[in-house]
């Protein structure tokens, strides 16, 4: 439990207060988050399998993105694939919306 406070507390430092939401069924967040005064919610087995989905379609779209413009830039601090994920989430999101 104190590590899980720790871990938490370092990243209410960072990011600030947000609640906090876990898919496993350890004690040690819920007790760290009380102890915090934060919020804490346990997805469900249908909002776990949903966000797995999700980041394996991201890794999916990444990885194959890293075969065809693979950086040989030393020390490269990565900007082309922020900017290539952005364009990503763009694309992706306006593609939803003709959708519905």
Known sequence: MFVAERFISDLVKIHGIHPVSTDDGGTWYP???????????????????????K??????????????????IKNCKLK?????LRLFVDYHNNEIKHIK
């Open 31 to 53: 007790m760290a988050c009380r102890f915090l005064n934060l919020d804490h919610h346990i997805h469900s087995s249908l909002e776990k399998s949903l966000i797995e989905r």
């Open 55 to 72: 980041m394996q379609y991201i890794k999916d779209r990444t990885e194959s993105f890293d075969d065809y413009f693979p950086c040989r």
């Open 80 to 84: 082309h694939v922020r900017n290539w």
